[in-house]
């Protein structure tokens, strides 16, 4: 099994930053791929974004190009979200989600094995 962890959710006004972070133990794997999905009340879970093992495969739903970016740290088993210029419609919980690097970096909720218990993000307007 995998433990995620995330942290860095919180109440923030429209234009402002948060960072979120996902920390993952437990079972250990050679690679694996990390991504956020978010869920906003009365819809269904959404992609995010996604990072491949080593970093340089990255993407992002077309509501956060520009704004968000996702980073990780394998040595500390983190992945990292940054989020700028957030606006109210970015309001959800976010997950973070991990899989066994084996099928390249999946984009859908169903391709992840393993998921965090999600942080609440709130952007007043």
């Keep these: ?3 995620l962890v995330e942290s860095g959710g919180g109440l ?5 930053s948060l960072r979120l ?3 993952a133990s437990g079972r250990t794997f050679s690679s694996y791929v990390m991504g956020w999905f978010r869920q906003a009340p009365g819809k269904e879970r959404e992609f995010v ?16 190009k520009g ?3 996702i980073s990780r740290d394998n040595a500390k088993n983190t992945v990292y979200l940054q ?3 957030l606006k109210p419609e970015d309001t959800a919980v976010y997950y973070c989600a991990f899989t066994p690097d084996r099928v390249g970096v999946p984009l859908t909720p169903g391709m ?3 998921w965090g218990q999600g942080t609440q993000v709130t952007v007043s307007s």
């Design 49 to 64: 974004t996604a990072i491949s093992w080593s970093g340089g495969r990255r993407y992002y739903a077309d509501s956060v």
């Design 67 to 69: 704004r968000f970016t």
């Design 12 to 16: 923030v006004q429209t234009g402002g």
């Design 1 to 3: 099994q995998v433990q």
């Design 83 to 85: 989020m700028n210029s």
């Design 112 to 114: 992840y094995a393993y």
């Design 21 to 23: 972070s996902c920390a």
